[in-house]
C-alpha cells in the first residue's frame, strides 16, 4: 500500500497536512447525502412493491430480501477492484453515478404510469393488475443499478474515511475509533429523515416526489465528494489481494514435509522476513496460530538470490504475507457468527411495517403515524446512546477502573440484544394477535420495546463489527475487510428469505393458514419471531466458542500502544 498525499494535486505545498478530521468532514458529507439518497428509496420499499406492484407480502418479501442481499453481496467485488486495480476514491466516484442511475431509473417507474400497473378498484381490492414483465424488467435495472451503486461506494466509503488517519499514533488510533462512532451516528440520523420526512412524503403526498427527494440528495453528495478532493488522502492499489493469499497456500502445500519445532519461531529456522514496503504501516510479527502455514516463509536451499531476493514468488513468501492470511483466517468464525445477528434485524425490518398496519397509530385525533416511520425508534435510540457511550462511558470507566470493553466483548453484548429485542417482538406480536381476534387494536407503540432493543443491538454488534474488521485486517486488505460486513448482511438477507419461503410453504395446512398468511390476524408471526431468537441462542454459543480463542492483530488495539509506552 503506497499513501500517496498529492497525487491529485502536484503543486500543492508539501507543508499543507493532508487527512484528519478536515478531510472527514468532507467524506462524512458526501456519505450522509449518498445514504439519505439509498435510504430514503429503500426505507419504505416494501410498502412500495405491494400498494404500487400490487405484490403478495411473501413476493414482495422475496424481492425486498434478494435486492438487499445482491447490495450486500456486490461490495465484495467492489472491494477486490478496488484494491487492485483502481483505488478507493475513483471506486467511489464511478459507483456514485451507478447510484444516480438507479434512483432515475426507480422515480421514472414511479412517475410515468406505463411503467407501473394501474391503481386497484376500490370496489374489486382482489382484482389488481399485476406488474407486466416491461414494467417489473424496469424495476429491476433500477434496483441493480443500485446494487451496482452499492458495491462500489459500501466497502470503500469507511477505510477511505480510516485513511485519512495515522494509526501509528494513538491519536490516530483513538480518531478512528471515534469516527466510526460519528460515522453510525450520521448514519442513524440519516435513517430518522429517510424513515419520517420521505417516507411520510411517499405515503400521503406522492411516490414520484418522495422519490425525487433521494435523488437529488444522491447528486449532491456526488458534488460534496468531489469538492474535497484536495484534502484528502489517497491510497494507491497494489494489486489483487488473492494471488498473495494464493501464493501463501500453494507455498505451504509445497513444503508441508518440512518439520518445524514446536517452540522454536526464530532459532534454528531461518524465515524470510525483509523490511516492509514503502506506505505499509503495521508490521506483523510471526505468531503460534496456524503453523503449518509459516512452512511458506521458512528459507530452503535455492529459495534466495545472491541478493536476498526471493527467486520466484510462488516459492517462497514473506512473513508479513503468512501473517495476513492468517488474520483472514482468524476473523472467518467471527464474520460468521455475525450473520445471524443480522437476520434478528432484518426480519423484524421486513414484517414490522405490515404489523403496524394493523395497530393503532394515531397520535392524537388528526395525525396518523406513517407504518414505515415506526423503525425510526431505533435509530433514535442509537442516535442517543452512541455519544453517551463514545463521549462519556468510555473516558469514565478507563479514567475510574481502567477498564474498556474490547471489540468481541461489544459484538456479543449487541447479540444479546438482538435476541432479546426478537423474544420481545414475538411477545408482542402474540398481544397484538391475541386483541385483533377479540376485534381490538393495540397502540402501535407496544413496538417500541422491541425497537430499542434493536437500537441498542446495532450499537454494540454492528459498530464493533466496523471497527473489528477495520483494525484486524491490514492496510491494504481493508476495502476487502469492509466487504464482510454488507457480506454478512446479504447471507442474512437471502437466509431470511429462505426461511420465510420455507416457513410460508411448510407452515399450515388444508384448513390451517401459514404462519405468513398475507393475514397476520390468521397467520403466525409470533412463531416465526421465536424460531428466529431460537437460532439467535444458538448463534451466541457458536459466536463465544469463537470469541474466546481469537487472537487480536498486534498493534490493533490502544492498549497495544500504551503497553510499548510503559515499557520504554
Known sequence: MEVVENSKNPNHSPERKRGGWRAISFILANETLERMGTM????????????????????????????????????LFG??????????????????????????????????HQLHPPECNIHHPDSCNRPNKLQLGVLFLGLTFLSIGSGGIRPCSIPFGADQFDQRTEKGLKGMASYFNWYYLTYSIVLIVSHTVVVYIQDNISWTVGFSIPTGLMACSIVMFFVGTRFYVYVKPEGSVFSSIARVIV??????????AVEDSYGTVEYY????????????????QYKFLDKASVITEGDLTSDGVPVNKWKLCSVQ????????????????AGIISVVTMSTQVTFIVPQAR????????????PAGSLLVISFITIGIWLPIYDRILVPSLWRIRKFRL??????????????????????????????????????????????????????????????????????HMRSLANSLFPLSFAASHYLTSLLSTTVHKLSGGKDQPDWL????????????YYMIAGLGVINLVYFWYCARSYQYKTGSQIEDLEEEKSSE
Not at 507455498?251 to 518445524?260: C, E, H, I, T, W
Not at 407503540?445 to 485486517?473: K, R, T
Not at 398468511?517 to 416465526?528: E, M, T
Request: a positive charge; hydrophobic letters at 50%; aromatic letters at 12%.
Open 40 to 75: 430514503g428509496l429503500s426505507a419504505n420499499f416494501m410498502a412500495y412493491l405491494t400498494k404500487v406492484y400490487h405484490m403478495k407480502l411473501v413476493d414482495a418479501s422475496n424481492v425486498y430480501n434478494l435486492w438487499l442481499g445482491l447490495s450486500n453481496l456486490a461490495p
Open 79 to 112: 472491494a477486490i477492484i478496488s484494491d487492485a486495480y483502481v483505488g478507493r476514491f475513483k471506486t467511489i466516484a464511478y459507483a456514485s453515478f451507478f447510484s444516480l442511475l438507479g434512483l432515475m431509473t426507480v422515480t421514472l417507474t414511479a412517475w410515468l
Open 251 to 260: 507455498v505451504a502445500r509445497r513444503k508441508r514435509n518440512l518439520k518445524l
Open 273 to 288: 522476513d525483509p523490511p516492509l514496503k514503502p506506505g505499509v504501516l503495521s508490521k506483523l510479527p510471526l505468531t503460534d
Open 321 to 336: 504475507e503468512v501473517e495476513e492470511v492468517k488474520c483472514l483466517i482468524r476473523i472467518i468464525p467471527v464474520w460468521s
Open 358 to 369: 394493523t395497530m393503532n397509530r394515531h397520535m392524537g385525533p388528526d395525525f396518523e403515524i
Open 406 to 475: 474490547t471489540l468481541l466483548q461489544r459484538m456479543g453484548i449487541g447479540i444479546v440484544f438482538g435476541i432479546m429485542s426478537m423474544f420481545t417482538a414475538a411477545i408482542v406480536e402474540r398481544v397484538r394477535r391475541t386483541q385483533a381476534l377479540k376485534m381490538r387494536q393495540i397502540s402501535v407503540f407496544w413496538l417500541a420495546l422491541q425497537l430499542v432493543l434493536m437500537g441498542l443491538s446495532e450499537s454494540f454488534n454492528f459498530i464493533g463489527q466496523i471497527e473489528f474488521f477495520n483494525s484486524q485486517f491490514p492496510e
Open 517 to 528: 398468511d398475507n393475514d397476520l390476524d390468521k397467520g403466525r408471526l409470533d412463531y416465526f
